[in-house]
Nanobody, 120 residues
Framework: QVQLVESGGGLVQAGGSLRLSCGAS????????MGWYRQAPGKQRELVAV???????TYADSVKGRFTISADNAKNTKYLQMNSLKPEDTAVYYC??????????????WGQGTLVTVSS
């Protein structure tokens, strides 16, 4: 009932920038939080950044000062601007959206993932 479409991954050299986008569609009544997670090979999925409905943002220590999460609430779309990328940022990035449907049921949806590769 909720579809997430991600875009913006790719290959970039260390020090470069990328912007990820995630659009949510479906029977969405409200969104509580939109976040980005990543999973590197052989590692567990980890939180990168999240923005709550009130605009409060939270970042992993490893990306503070380099990544910025933002949202266009009218479009149910969020972005992750990634600057000063490092090889250790290489991972599959997933968007996650939590909220409530028009049916009043809560939802917790994940995107399909987009690969970010940072070369040294």
């Amino acid at each position: 009932q909720v579809q997430l479409v991600e875009s913006g991954g790719g290959l970039v050299q260390a020090g470069g920038s990328l912007r990820l986008s995630c659009g949510a569609s479906g029977s969405i009544s409200s969104i509580n939080a939109m976040g980005w997670y990543r999973q590197a090979p052989g590692k567990q999925r980890e939180l990168v950044a999240v923005i709550a409905s009130g605009g409060i943002t939270t970042y992993a220590d490893s990306v503070k000062g380099r990544f910025t999460i933002s949202a266009d609430n009218a479009k149910n779309t969020k972005y992750l601007q990634m600057n000063s990328l490092k090889p250790e940022d290489t991972a599959v990035y997933y968007c996650n959206v939590k909220g409530r449907l028009y049916s009043s049921s809560p939802f917790d949806s994940w995107g399909q993932g987009t690969l970010v590769t940072v070369s040294s």
